[in-house]
């Protein structure tokens, strides 16, 4: 076993996931009872028109040929036609995915360079002040519902202090810059019109924190658990044998091994946001996937909602692997052998 | 087999917040259970309406304050308290039995059966969680019974990985081995040796997971897919008391801390198990 | 004259349940180019006293008396930093499991690197690299190059253990303290490891303490030797004089359960009887 093989092993089992995950999701979308075009369309339509609606969405036609033009659809990019919109399901998404790409990279930025310094300082000086501190701010974070924080922030910072705006990405009167990556924050910097990024950093730091709080309190008690797991072995004390001092310990020689296995985590987290969002875009009405997303859902939008879960269990899958080979590469036993 | 004997709750108790856990967890089941007998309105829980009372801030009479029909908030999230239990418990009560049994059949018997069930438990834990439910729950009626469906179709997965990990390596044990030497049934091996082992781990998670089932259910009724008005929730009074933000706060800030209360509770007292079991999950 | 001298060492540790005295005022004295033995079983606080001298139990639920003397400087008063000066420089550390006191994300090379490093605040990437493969050659490893690269968990037990020995040569140490450092070895090797840790640590003209619970190790390795029970000194005396006439009970008592060809049984030591125990240090 070596690594190209644990690689290519990796690549395929996502593959197939992938695979399964579009069927799973086609199944629920037509076994589960109900008439989809008959939801979409309303109590007031003839029966008439849901038939018509019927055919375009090929219900009638036996259920494998249902996966066929399915998956035909997704190989051409084509993703359906949305029944409240009437756009291209495709544009939609394009249009909607950059702004919550932006919001969960900046959650996640949060949640790696708050979550983990508190995990590392609160294992490295256990059953000390700040350890508890830490471990109580984590905990909040983990119990309470992003939508929670969601409200409570607005409340603190929107309301009561009035120095960060309710909703949406940009004020009324400011315009976004052309589009070069679609993530707000970044074109207004490369276009150089800065009054633009401080305005989208105003309104993204709210729903992004509401966003990162439950993550931030996972990745703080697992780099918490793994520092001290880590402090325990063996090498630590032979470190100090040799004159390390505490903190070359605790920044260069204990923090590898440590944060390897929290990697994992943290990329499940990142993509996992993914499934927070909705909470948050629903609240701060960000003009996200998520929220196009349960527009979909309230609108039995069939297609919108098929391909919406299925743009995200994609980007799930594959975050995963990217993490996963990060890991392998990082991780010498893996690296060299290709055994986990 | 004595899990719980004086020693345990010895230690149990040596760490105060799991003690906290356990009582925050207690009085919440105790209030939501008596509920009829605890709160000072009971019947502001229905279908009920006193308009003369509506919006008032809270008060001695009105702990919480009243909502836009003159509803007692208090009172109503003590019952959505029982709500969110009943929802905890039904869908563990599903989702623990189908999880457990697939992770010790895939464990146990491995080959074909265990790379099909395996795959089929990667595919679900490949949607997030959230967005799993709500795929399910897009394509039915909001009603509380749905909601139950929706979040025990996401959860059984999680058993079944924890329990296959646990069941491959008790699997391998002396005492698994003997019994199969002397000829125990597969039936006898399952239930009697392994799973009897893997109730430490089972018990832990399941108490972490009321928490957190009762924290996915109010982020649906949130959106709106969940348990529908008059039945009281706490999701449910989150959202519909965002919109009357930031006058009428009280609407929402209780309900959003109740929720926060009961998933605490339900986390401590898992963590105290967690430390008290030395359990890996 | 003495390189180390322990004297009245008393170590208390305390926990919820009451106070342990690991070690009751023991003293221990080794010689310039002594290799000095310290035998006793589990729990008769033999690791105690080698991690005393270097400072690794540092935790607040110690209480210590007594001194240990190093050149003349006493270790329990020094400063931190003084010795963090001292550890892995004059005086270095075996411990008992090879592999597991690699890190696992560094290599050998960077390992010792970083050992170099935290002593000499110059040195040179290029003289380092000819430097390390002496040092590996005089452990008698092959190949120095591959083992270089290497990763802990590719290293055989007794290979990692050469590497752990020349590691704690790298400073040109005068002490160096091992920890049951065969314990971990399976017999063959062990032999093999023993051999070569004499003829470096003679070679060099170092002083080493060897820590042990096998007096069949001890035999072939030290000049002089101190027997521990529940955290006090028995016996001491040469290897010569504790094998062919051991004074104390206790020792005795070890000697008979040596493993031997014609032996029968264990010998009981009967610890109900305290008296046994509370006679006096045996000295040679």
Known sequence: MNIKFYLLQRFYSAIIVLIGVSILIFIIARIIPGDPARMALGPTATQEMVEKYRDKLHLNDPIHVQYWFFIKGISEGDLGESVYTKRNVTTDVSKYFPATLELIIFASLIMVCVGVPLGILAGRFKDKPIDNISRLISLLGVVTPSFVWAVFLMIIFAFYLDILPVAGRLSQDTIAPDKITGLIIIDSIIRGQFNVTVDALKHIILPALALSLSALGQASRLTRSNITEVYDKQYIEMARAYGYNEFKIATKYALKPAMIPTLTILGLDFAAMLGNAFLVEFVFAWPGIAKYGVQAILYKDLNAITATTMIIATFFVFTNLIVDLIVAYLNPKIRLSGIQ | MKIFDSRAWYKFSKNPLSIVGLLIVSLIILMAVFANYLTPFPEHAGPFVDIPNKIKPPSSTYLFGTDKIGRDTFSRIIFGYRTSLYLGVIVLCIAVPIGTSLGLVAGYFGGKIDAIIMRITDIFLSIPPLVLALSIMAFLKPTLTNAMIAVSMMWWPWYTRLIYNLTRSIKNEGFVVSARIVGASHFHIIFREILPNCSASLITKITLDMGFVILIGSSLSFLGLGVQPPTPDLGTMVSQGSKYLPDIWWLSVFPGLAILIIVLGFNLLGDGLKDLFDVEL | ?284
């Open chain 3, 1 to 284: 004259m003495k390189i180390l001298s322990i004297k009245n060492l008393e170590v208390k540790f305390k926990h919820f349940e009451g106070i342990t005295t690991a070690l009751k005022k023991i003293s221990l004295d080794i010689n310039h180019g002594e290799r000095v033995a310290l035998v006793g079983e589990s729990g008769s606080g033999k690791s105690v006293t080698a991690r005393m001298i270097l400072g690794l139990l540092s935790s607040s639920n110690i209480s210590k008396s007594g001194e240990i003397f190093f050149e003349g400087v006493n270790l329990l008063k020094e400063s931190n930093t003084n010795i963090k000066k001292i550890r892995g420089n004059e005086i270095s550390m075996i411990f008992q499991d090879p592999v597991s006191s690699m890190n696992p994300y560094f290599t050998v090379r960077k390992q010792m690197q970083q050992a170099l490093e935290n002593h000499n605040q110059t040195f040179n990437k290029k003289n380092t690299e000819e430097y390390f493969t002496h040092l590996l050659r005089d452990v008698k490893i092959e190949d120095p190059a591959r083992v270089l690269d290497s990763y802990a968990f590719q290293l055989s037990g007794g290979m990692a253990q050469r590497v752990m020995i020349s590691m704690a040569m790298i400073n040109k140490p005068k002490l160096i303290l091992a920890d049951e450092p065969t314990t971990a070895l399976d017999v063959t090797v062990q032999k093999t490891v023993l051999s070569i840790m004499k003829e470096v640590v003679s070679q060099n003209k170092m002083s080493m303490l060897l820590i042990s619970h096998n007096l069949g190790v001890v035999k072939e390795f030290a000049d002089r030797i101190y027997v521990i029970y529940q955290g006090r000194i028995l016996e001491e005396g040469t290897t010569k004089q504790i094998f062919n006439s051991p004074g104390h009970l206790y020792t005795q008592t070890l000697l008979q359960a040596i493993p031997k060809i014609n032996s029968s049984r264990l010998p009981d030591l009967n610890t109900e009887n305290i008296d046994y125990f509370k006679q006096p240090k045996f000295t040679h």
